[in-house]
Each structure stands twice: as structure tokens, then as C-alpha cells.
């Protein structure tokens, strides 16, 4: 049979592999005979990868350890990892959907991928009207190094102001530096791509479900389909994305949300996308402390077990699995396979 996709031998890059989209990319691309470099902050191991390597992306240090581990030559790269913001701060969340992923491209993308290569970054529906509204992230599209984005961002927003606002902010960023990586790669044969997402069954339902106000809430923005999406129906289009059957693609933000964004269209749905992030409203403090305790259910304190067990985890060692030539190395859901929070 024809390999149309072209993954077979191929070095890939995932970034959030333990969790949703980005392990079941991973699981996908193992399929389809990839070499895979899965990287995430969870500990866990991940049988048929190449490397299973533990980064922080909020951490350039962390980030630069880890891409020592990965070959100098790279294929593809997946950036799925992201963060909803309901549970970490501003600058957090902001660092690790955009910030992260610029840095990651800027200094070792550019440099380690041929002609041929691919780039898709996770960004979302949530990130739409990124063209429209491009003056409020300015500052990060002029900003090219580490330190020069987290300048940006400590000069946009407090610190302790909520992640949640930095979302939307940092998906239409990174739409913007897609299309325009798309067009300063496209001489060297590199296509650039995003993967725009509706709302999916991954680890951050819950945090979504209660940004939204609820499940019902949640189910209402799922277009046609009336369900949430599963990881697959969202590594499916990503890894078409950045394969041989996508040559001709780039720059392109794919909307993948059940018709959702159709019906915007079709003016037989509300616009919810088509504002600004208008933080200087969201920084009063009353609004602040408004959607603080909408979050309230997400935060709240763990109780002392519950704690004694999450440390006692984080000592144990990581484990980085060696890719075995078995029957037992399918990328199918094992019993080791379940991550490991930090
Ligand atoms: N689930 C949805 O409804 C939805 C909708 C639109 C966009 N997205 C985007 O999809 C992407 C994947 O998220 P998901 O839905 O699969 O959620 P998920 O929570 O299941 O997966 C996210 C992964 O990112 C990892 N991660 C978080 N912080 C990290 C850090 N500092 N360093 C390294 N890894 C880190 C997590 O450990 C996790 O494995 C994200 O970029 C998200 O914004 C999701």
C-alpha cells in the first residue's frame, strides 16, 4: 500500500504528548511509523516512542535541556502542549501556548529543519479574529528572543492576572506568527499550519466547562456534532496537516469545530470570538474577582491526603521507555500509559 502520509522513518517533535490531542497524535504518528520525540511536563512512561523527555515550557532552561535529547535534524513538529488558564496565572499560561512554541521555532526549528519540513501548532477556535485584532499582541510579534517576549508580557499584565485572559491572546499571537512563519519559510520548502480546535474531550474539559458555565454550555458551542470532540478527531486533521498529503498547505488555520464557526457565519449562531481580549476591562478588580470565583471549584485547596499522595509521586523516577521491535510496541492505550501529574 502507498504511505501517502510520508511519517514512515520521519523525526517527529510532539509537544503535550501525555494528555488529549497530543497523545493521540503521538499514538497516530506511531501508527503511521514515525519516529517519535514526545515531549511533556508530566512524568509517564510512553511505550513505541523514541524518547519520552519531561520539559517544562515555561522554562527556557528546561526547554533548551530538552532539545538536546532531540535530534539535530526534525521533520515535524507537533506544538500541541497549551494550557486553558483556569488553573495558572497569566504569565504561565501565556509563556507556555506562545511564548514557548516562538522560542522553540526561532532557535532550533529554523535552524534543524530542512526543505520538506512541517510546523503545526495547537492553537484554537478561541484564538479567531487573531487579523482583526492584532494591535493588542503587537508587542510579542516584534519580540523575537525569550527574553525580549517576557518583557512584552511583564509590561502587558500583571503577573497574578487570570490565566484565562491570556488565552485568547496567546492562540490569536500564535495564529499570527503561523501565517507569517508560512510565508518566511516557504522559499525553503517548510510548511507552516494550525490546528484551530472546538471544544474537545481532553484534560481541560472541566476547566472549560466551567469558564463556560457549565457542560450544557460547553455542548451548545460543538456545532452540528451536539458532543465534544474526541483527542482523535483532533490528531487526525493535525497530522494531515504536516504530512505529504497536505504539500500544498500552509499558513493555513484550520478550523476544526463541527460546523460551529459555519453557523457563525450563517448568522444562525452568536458571535462569541469577535471582541478584544480588552484587558485593561478584565484587569479591574472587580471583574478579576467575578471570574476568580466562577474558577473557584478548580482551585480550591486539595486536601492533606490528596497532597501526600501527589508528592510522593513526583519522587518517584522518570521513566523513559527504549522503543522495543515486539508485538507489545502498538501504540494502543496500556496500563503504563496513564500520566503521572506533577
Ligand atoms: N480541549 C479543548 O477543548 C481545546 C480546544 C481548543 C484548543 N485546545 C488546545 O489543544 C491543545 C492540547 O490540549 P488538550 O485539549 O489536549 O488538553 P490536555 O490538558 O489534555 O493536554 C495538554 C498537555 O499539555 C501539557 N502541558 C501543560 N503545561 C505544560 C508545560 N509547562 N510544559 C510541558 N507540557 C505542558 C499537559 O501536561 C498536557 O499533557 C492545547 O494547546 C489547547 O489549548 C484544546
Same mark, same amino acid.
Given at each position: 500500500?502507498?504511505?501517502?502520509?510520508?511519517?514512515?522513518?520521519?523525526?517527529?517533535?510532539?509537544?503535550?504528548?501525555?494528555?488529549?490531542?497530543?497523545?493521540? @497524535?503521538?499514538?497516530?504518528?506511531?501508527?503511521?511509523? +514515525?519516529? !517519535?520525540? &514526545?515531549?511533556?511536563?508530566?512524568?509517564?512512561?510512553?511505550?513505541?516512542? =523514541?524518547?519520552?523527555?519531561?520539559?517544562?515550557?515555561?522554562?527556557?532552561?528546561?526547554?533548551?535541556?530538552?532539545?538536546?535529547?532531540?535530534?539535530?535534524?526534525?521533520?515535524?513538529?507537533?506544538?500541541?502542549?497549551?494550557?486553558?488558564?483556569?488553573?495558572?496565572?497569566?504569565?504561565? @499560561?501565556?509563556?507556555?501556548?506562545?511564548? +514557548?512554541?516562538?522560542?522553540? %521555532?526561532?532557535?532550533?526549528?529554523?535552524?534543524?529543519?530542512?526543505?520538506?519540513?512541517?510546523?503545526?501548532?495547537?492553537?484554537?477556535?478561541?484564538?479567531?479574529?487573531?487579523?482583526?485584532? +492584532?494591535?493588542?499582541?503587537?508587542?510579542?510579534?516584534?519580540?523575537?528572543?525569550?527574553?525580549?517576549?517576557?518583557?512584552?508580557?511583564?509590561?502587558?499584565?500583571?503577573?497574578?492576572?487570570?490565566?484565562?485572559?491570556?488565552?485568547?491572546?496567546?492562540?490569536?499571537?500564535?495564529?499570527?506568527?503561523?501565517?507569517?512563519?508560512?510565508?518566511?519559510?516557504?522559499?525553503?520548502?517548510?510548511? !507552516?499550519? &494550525?490546528?484551530?480546535?472546538?471544544?474537545?474531550?481532553?484534560?481541560?474539559?472541566?476547566?472549560? =466547562? !466551567?469558564?463556560?458555565?457549565?457542560?450544557?454550555?460547553?455542548?451548545?458551542? %460543538?456545532?452540528?456534532?451536539?458532543?465534544?470532540?474526541?483527542?482523535?478527531?483532533?490528531?487526525?486533521?493535525?497530522?494531515?496537516?504536516?504530512?505529504?498529503?497536505?504539500?500544498?498547505?500552509?499558513?493555513?488555520?484550520?478550523?476544526?469545530?463541527?460546523?460551529?464557526?459555519?453557523?457563525?457565519?450563517?448568522?444562525?449562531?452568536?458571535?462569541?470570538?469577535?471582541?478584544?481580549?480588552?484587558?485593561?476591562?478584565?484587569?479591574?478588580?472587580?471583574?478579576?474577582?467575578?471570574?476568580?470565583?466562577?474558577?473557584?471549584?478548580?482551585?480550591?485547596?486539595?486536601?492533606?491526603?490528596?497532597?501526600?499522595?501527589?508528592?510522593?509521586?513526583?519522587?518517584?523516577?522518570?521513566?523513559?521507555?527504549?522503543?522495543?521491535?515486539?508485538?507489545?510496541? %502498538?501504540?494502543?492505550?496500556?496500563?503504563?500509559?496513564?500520566?503521572?501529574?506533577?
Amino acid at each position: 500500500m502507498n504511505d501517502y502520509f510520508g511519517y514512515k522513518n520521519k523525526i517527529c517533535v510532539v509537544t503535550g504528548a501525555a494528555s488529549g490531542i497530543g497523545k493521540a @497524535t503521538t499514538e497516530l504518528l506511531l501508527e503511521l511509523g +514515525a519516529k !517519535v520525540y &514526545a515531549m511533556d511536563i508530566t512524568k509517564m512512561a510512553m511505550t513505541g516512542v =523514541e524518547k519520552y523527555i519531561v520539559v517544562d515550557l515555561s522554562d527556557k532552561e528546561s526547554i533548551d535541556k530538552a532539545m538536546e535529547e532531540v535530534p539535530t535534524h526534525i521533520d515535524s513538529f507537533f506544538g500541541v502542549a497549551g494550557l486553558s488558564g483556569a488553573k495558572t496565572n497569566y504569565y504561565k @499560561t501565556f509563556t507556555v501556548n506562545y511564548i +514557548a512554541n516562538k522560542y522553540i %521555532t526561532e532557535k532550533y526549528l529554523k535552524e534543524r529543519m530542512s526543505y520538506g519540513g512541517t510546523i503545526s501548532y495547537v492553537t484554537s477556535t478561541g484564538g479567531l479574529y487573531w487579523e482583526k485584532y +492584532a494591535h493588542e499582541y503587537e508587542a510579542f510579534t516584534n519580540a523575537k528572543t525569550w527574553e525580549d517576549m517576557i518583557t512584552a508580557l511583564h509590561k502587558q499584565a500583571k503577573e497574578d492576572t487570570l490565566g484565562m485572559m491570556a488565552y485568547p491572546l496567546s492562540k490569536r499571537a500564535l495564529n499570527y506568527y503561523m501565517s507569517q512563519l508560512a510565508i518566511e519559510l516557504g522559499p525553503k520548502k517548510i510548511r !507552516v499550519n &494550525a490546528l484551530l480546535p472546538g471544544s474537545t474531550d481532553t484534560g481541560m474539559k472541566e476547566e472549560f =466547562e !466551567v469558564e463556560a458555565g457549565g457542560h450544557d454550555a460547553l455542548i451548545a458551542e %460543538t456545532g452540528t456534532a451536539n458532543r465534544l470532540a474526541t483527542p482523535r478527531e483532533m490528531a487526525y486533521p493535525l497530522v494531515f496537516l504536516n504530512s505529504d498529503m497536505a504539500s500544498f498547505i500552509t499558513g493555513l488555520p484550520l478550523i476544526v469545530d463541527a460546523g460551529t464557526n459555519a453557523m457563525v457565519n450563517l448568522k444562525m449562531k452568536k458571535d462569541r470570538m469577535n471582541m478584544p481580549v480588552g484587558l485593561k476591562i478584565f484587569n479591574l478588580p472587580f471583574i478579576q474577582k467575578q471570574l476568580a470565583k466562577q474558577l473557584e471549584p478548580l482551585n480550591k485547596p486539595k486536601d492533606k491526603q490528596e497532597e501526600k499522595q501527589e508528592s510522593e509521586k513526583i519522587e518517584s523516577p522518570i521513566e523513559t521507555p527504549k522503543k522495543e521491535e515486539t508485538k507489545e510496541n %502498538t501504540p494502543k492505550e496500556k496500563e503504563e500509559d496513564k500520566p503521572e501529574l506533577l
